[in-house]
């Protein structure tokens, strides 16, 4: 048995760089020592296919 996915107008949105996830929902935990909030939080370039620090 299989389920069809969709998705939502928000998720589309994000996907479409129109809407920043993040700003929706809020990170703020530890994870191995490392505090993590949306503060710190690296982003990917796609056009210059790197990572741009916080």
Known sequence: MFSRL???DF???VLDGELDFSQYNPI????GGTELTNERLWRWDA???TLIAP
């Open 11 to 13: 998720g589309q949105e």
């Open 28 to 31: 703020h935990r530890w994870w």
């Open 47 to 49: 056009e210059s296919r």
């Open 6 to 8: 969709s998705v939502t």
